[in-house]
């Protein structure tokens, strides 16, 4: 059983949006879960990076300099999903991007991959016209 699955992506002109869903069990994504979950990405022949993160209440989040002000990361623990709205869509966004759950006693705000224990399969992102 894959715990996180992601979904939502798809092709879409720039300046388009598109709305991702992160899907996992009340482990990872409920109001007793305490994780913080996060949305990374990797571009075709790069690195994957930090997009977004949101605490484990949904009150609090963070966001790479990139996306600030065009994404928005939320949360619905009654749901057990996280999505990631993504507006005003540029052909650098195209990625595949990740869902995942940080490890317990991490901060929202570090942005390091390595904090991060469970990890979806990806659903890809492409901007173009």
């Known amino acids: 059983q894959v715990p996180i699955v992601e979904s939502g992506g798809g092709l879409v002109q720039p300046g388009g949006s598109l709305r991702l869903s992160c899907a996992a069990s009340e482990r990872f994504i409920s109001k007793n879960s305490k994780k913080n979950m996060g949305w990374f990405r990797q571009a075709p022949g790069k690195e994957r990076r930090f997009v977004a993160a949101v605490d484990w209440s949904g009150n609090s989040t963070f966001y790479t300099e990139s996306v600030t002000g065009r994404f928005t990361i939320s949360r619905d623990n009654a749901k057990n999903t996280v999505y990631l709205q993504m507006d005003s869509l540029k052909p650098e966004d195209t990625a595949v991007y990740y869902c995942?759950?940080?490890?317990?006693?991490?901060?929202?705000?570090?942005?390091?991959?390595?904090?991060?224990?469970?990890w979806g399969q990806g659903t890809r992102v492409t901007v173009s016209t």
């Open positions: 995942a759950a940080q490890r317990l006693g991490s901060r929202y705000y570090q942005t390091n991959e390595d904090l991060y224990d469970y």
